[in-house]
């Protein structure tokens, strides 16, 4: 069994940073943290979740959905099990209960190959 952490998440103003991070605890899956892809996936009400950013099992390969990309940096740390998201430039379309994923899969963004949700951390941007 894996959980995930979600943590980070809270009300900023367009144009704001904030850094989210998920803390995972695996030693029940009898695996590694490095042996899970990471995902992060985001939902707004009404509407369906959707991906925004993986990272590979061992290494910095990152790969993001294009609203995102160059504002948004996905990272992990293998030692400290957790992966991290910082998100730049926010803009008010950014407002979503944002998740973090774990995947059998190297890197995915495909929402049903992750196996293991957090409980999601909110993320509100005000114009």
């Known amino acids: 069994q894996v959980q995930l952490v979600e943590s980070g998440g809270g009300l900023v103003q367009a144009g704001d940073s904030l850094r989210l991070s998920c803390a995972a605890s695996?030693?029940?899956?009898?695996?590694?943290?490095?042996?899970?892809?990471m995902g992060w996936f985001r939902q707004a009400p009404g509407k369906e979740r959707e991906f925004v950013a993986t990272?590979?099992?061992?290494?910095?390969?990152?790969f993001y959905a294009d609203s995102v990309k160059g504002r948004f940096t996905m990272s992990r740390d293998n030692a400290r099990n957790t992966v991290y998201l910082q998100m730049n430039s926010l803009k008010p379309e950014d407002t979503a209960v944002y998740y973090c994923?774990?995947?059998?899969?190297?890197?995915?963004?495909?929402?049903?190959?992750?196996?293991?949700w957090g409980q999601g951390t909110q993320v509100t941007v005000s114009s």
């Open positions: 994923g774990a995947s059998s899969w190297d890197s995915s963004r495909a929402a049903h190959e992750y196996a293991h």
């Open positions: 695996v030693a029940a899956s009898g695996r590694t943290f490095s042996s899970y892809g």
């Open positions: 990272i590979r099992k061992i290494g910095s390969s990152t």
